[in-house]
DNA sequence: TTCAAACTACGAAACTTTTCGTTGACACTA
DNA sequence: TAGTGTCAACGAAAAGTTTCGTAGTTTGAA
């Protein structure tokens, strides 16, 4: 059974973001990659991956004294989550409302553009 | 100029979802209505609204004992500060991907996937 | 006019988040 | 082997969030 996971804080997001376009890294690598968009000690950094551990966010090899931090959700998942969060609280639930309010605020790109069509097809033919 | 106005809290945007669709309210008004659907205190609803107040996301009408509250954005500004927000810290400012993923998290109806390939044509025709 | 109800303001406790300094263990090297 | 650098753990400060209790004011009713 999966356990529901809490909501990742802003900054919390910020070091799996690291992680999901990386993959599997150790404090060091993310600190140093967070370093480039952000100031951030290094000890924050370690501090903020071991209370996602302790929530379930991330995991972690110990085999090496230098530990290996992976995310425990992939992206996607993480991205739904949100999104469902989101849909719930400030859309009342109403998917198309997000979906145009998202559209207008930024425009999607052409192949993008054909890809949600091809998904409206989908979603149409079920129905 | 526009200021811009800090990201509301979870428990901040209920009480301002019932001042989107009440209108103007006084604290015990937002406090029943916020009632039904959680369990909160009359004062806990009263010391979030000043918190708004302070923060600028909530205006109100003192000219009677009995303040008046009410929101300072329209429901559809906040709900785009908060899409480009997980626009850009999670979906590294791909509107497409956020719109597939919010697709699948819950279908639209019928009605409002007619509106949204209207946006998308709209859209098209723009590029 | 006095009393109870309705209000706002204040303050503070309990948590959570965010950020880092310090400590002690380990490991590489001169 | 002594010193330097790297690492995780710990603790804690500062700020923000969430929740109420209490106090003091105003208003309306008996």
Known sequence: MKKKLPKPTDSEVALLRVLWQRGPRTVREVWEEA????????????????????????????????????????????????????????????AGKLVMQALSVKKASREELVQIRKLLDEIEEEK
């Open 35 to 94: 370093s480039r968009t952000q100031q951030i000690g290094y000890t924050t950094v370690l501090k903020i991956l071991q209370i996602m551990l302790a929530k379930g966010l991330v995991e972690r090899d110990e085999t090496d004294r230098t530990h290996v931090y992976r995310a425990a959700l992939a992206q996607e998942e993480t991205q739904r989550q949100l999104i469902g969060h989101l849909l719930d609280r400030v859309f009342a639930g109403s």
